[in-house]
């Protein structure tokens, strides 16, 4: 089901379904640590949203989780911690983001979940972590690169729990 590559700041992921997709937000969950910045890169009903959702669901969350396509971001509070999501599909220019006063939201005691990174380019954050998707009928496979120390971190502790659910 999961093949992890060798690289030192690249996995690769091979998600069947979505109960992969969970599986794998457990693993994930407790590795972004508060100041992380990760951007989801992908195509409309590649599972952003759903990877979301199930990180939330796996730090236990358990109201809704709408997607912010409308409300451009989404707040929960997790255990002390703000966990920020947000949906830029609907931006005509990347400026959008400052004119909306979004930067604020990037904070040392927050974790910010980006769908749509590429509608705020050079206004967003850099990412510490991206991951990208590639829709595959109902499988998914998943590139998670890091682009800080702090997302190598995470990427090495999450190839290790990884290589120990696929055997
Ligand atoms: P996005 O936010 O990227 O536009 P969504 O998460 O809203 O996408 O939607 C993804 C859709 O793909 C959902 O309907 C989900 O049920 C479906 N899906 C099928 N296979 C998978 C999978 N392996 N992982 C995640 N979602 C999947
Ligand atoms: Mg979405």
């Given at each position: 089901?999961?093949?992890?590559?060798?690289?030192?700041?690249?996995?690769t992921?091979?998600?069947?379904?979505?109960?992969?997709?969970?599986?794998?937000?457990?693993?994930?969950?407790?590795?972004?640590?508060?100041?992380?910045v990760?951007?989801?890169?992908?195509?409309?009903?590649?599972?952003?949203?759903?990877?979301?959702?199930a990180?939330?669901?796996?730090?236990?969350?358990?109201?809704?989780?709408?997607?912010?396509?409308?409300?451009?971001?989404?707040?929960?509070?997790?255990?002390?911690?703000?966990?920020?999501?947000?949906?830029?599909?609907?931006?005509?220019?990347?400026?959008?983001?400052?004119?909306?006063?979004?930067?604020?939201?990037?904070?040392?005691?927050?974790?910010?979940?980006?769908?749509?990174?590429?509608?705020?380019?050079?206004?967003?954050?850099?990412?510490?972590?991206?991951?990208?998707?590639?829709?595959?009928?109902?499988?998914?496979?998943?590139?998670?690169?890091?682009?800080?120390?702090?997302?190598?971190?995470?990427?090495?502790?999450?190839?290790?729990?990884?290589?120990?659910?696929?055997?």
């Amino acid at each position: 089901m999961h093949s992890p590559d060798d690289k030192q700041s690249a996995l690769t992921l091979h998600l069947a379904d979505e109960l992969a997709t969970a599986t794998l937000a457990r693993h994930l969950a407790p590795l972004l640590t508060p100041g992380m910045v990760v951007w989801l890169d992908g195509d409309l009903g590649a599972g952003k949203t759903t990877l979301v959702r199930a990180l939330l669901r796996a730090l236990g969350h358990v109201g809704p989780v709408k997607s912010p396509t409308y409300t451009l971001v989404e707040i929960y509070v997790i255990s002390r911690i703000y966990w920020y999501h947000f949906d830029f599909y609907r931006f005509n220019f990347p400026e959008e983001f400052l004119d909306a006063g979004l930067g604020e939201y990037f904070r040392d005691d927050a974790v910010c979940l980006v769908e749509w990174p590429e509608k705020a380019a050079g206004c967003v954050p850099a990412a510490d972590l991206v991951v990208l998707f590639h829709i595959l009928g109902e499988r998914r496979t998943l590139d998670v690169v890091a682009g800080s120390e702090e997302g190598r971190i995470c990427l090495n502790a999450l190839k290790s729990g990884w290589c120990d659910v696929a055997g």
